[in-house]
């Protein structure tokens, strides 16, 4: 490797302070800490208190999410060729998922990568290695069909509005990649909603039956699957989200590499079992979501996906091991509640979690304060005893 240091650094000496591109040596050093560890620690924004740098840790999540990022393009070519009546291969539906999806992951990273850069070049920092998930995360959240020009302005919004309006990486209250989402959603809900858009078109089909489990649910429809169907993920939905034992996969990486918070995880869990258990206890008539089975729900939709990889970004979420507990269980309280409450809309993580972005800095606010109460409360009861 020394070799590659070596021509590393003669191709950084142009960029160095003092030369004619010294502007642009945050552009050449995220080469450097792309390749090697970076020689500088953090001053603000998010801080890995460990031997293992940011980037490491980014590299992690994205290792967590291949498992159902391959799934999602199987799938999505195995979603696509039943409903031309055929049963496709594994690598022929493989390789029709990877032709739709690709071109919107170099969307997402080409967009995406070309901003941060460029706020980075103008504001003289590092690039943040942040986008290496959120570039990843996005094209995984959206409906296969989705047109690249809406990914591009989703990108956009994400990382204007979502992050760098805040700072940058480290800085946000928003989880970038469902800004991103939400965007999408609100601008142009015709391309997001509805039974057409989570199959794969085919020009020759007159009818497309691609209606999600959560969709025929508000509707009052009949569902078609069986709960082993449903977690393993063989259902149409958002391209990587359908899979919960794949996203179960990621978590287990996420948790053995202390990457992701297990404490979020299960009280997002326990959360949306409370809620799903009052719904189906109070057995409302007219409303399929009302008497879907608690554990059906934790297994369908993007919430498994959304409490595992969204809810656990260690920027947006709780920072106290108390504050993880109570932020983590109102995550699964409300997506549920918002599912089953909102049939215009019947996945309710997307708003839970960016709800309680917003709170998390307040839930640890209140843990803190609770903690420094004790304390001294403790102290003036030994100053009473010792009087």
Not at 12 to 27: S, T, V
Not at 50 to 77: C, E, H, Q, S, Y
């Amino acid at each position: 490797m020394n070799w590659i240091r070596q021509k590393i650094d003669q191709v950084k000496e142009p960029f160095e302070p003092g030369n004619k591109l010294e502007k642009y040596r945050p552009a050449i050093n995220a080469l450097d800490t792309f390749l090697f560890v970076p020689d500088h620690t953090t001053k603000k924004g998010a801080h890995i208190r460990d031997a293992v740098d940011l980037k490491r840790t980014m590299i992690t999540v994205v290792i967590a999410l291949i498992p159902a990022l391959v799934f999602g393009m199987w799938n999505a070519g195995y979603q696509h060729y039943i409903q031309l009546g055929e049963t496709p291969a594994i690598l022929e539906a493989i390789l029709h998922g990877a032709y739709k999806i690709v071109p919107m992951i170099v969307v997402s990273y080409g967009v995406g990568l070309g901003l941060e850069f460029a706020f980075a070049i103008m504001r003289g920092h590092e690039v943040n290695e942040g986008y290496l998930v959120t570039g990843l995360l996005i094209p995984m959240i959206m409906p296969i069909d989705i047109p690249l020009w809406m990914v591009a302005l989703s990108v956009i919004f994400a990382v204007l509005i979502g992050k760098e309006a805040f700072g940058g990486t480290g800085m946000n209250i928003l989880n970038p990649a469902l800004t991103a989402r939400a965007f999408a959603f609100f601008a142009y809900p015709t391309y997001m909603s509805g039974n057409k858009i989570w199959v794969s078109e085919a020009s020759n089909v007159d009818s497309i039956s691609g209606e999600t489990i959560l969709g025929s649910l508000a509707a009052n429809k009949e569902i078609g699957y069986n709960t082993a169907e449903m977690f393993t993920g063989i259902i149409p939905g958002s391209i990587s989200e359908t899979s919960t034992l794949c996203i179960a996969a990621g978590a287990l990486i996420l948790i053995l590499t202390k990457v992701g918070s297990w404490r979020i995880i299960l009280s997002g869990l326990i959360g949306a079992a409370v809620m799903g258990l009052i719904f189906n206890a109070l057995n409302i008539e007219g409303n399929g979501l009302t008497n879907f089975p608690w554990y059906q729900h934790i297994i369908v939709g993007g919430f498994a996906f959304g409490i595992v990889f969204m809810a656990t970004d260690p920027v947006s979420a709780a920072q106290t091991t108390r504050g993880k507990w109570i932020y983590g269980f109102l995550i699964g309280l409300f997506g549920i509640m918002i599912r089953v409450f909102n049939p215009a809309y019947p996945e309710g993580i997307m708003l839970s979690i960016l709800l309680l972005n917003v709170f998390a800095p307040t839930i640890d606010h209140y843990v803190i304060q609770g903690n420094v109460k004790k304390r001294q409360n403790r102290l003036q009861m030994k100053t009473v005893k010792t009087a």
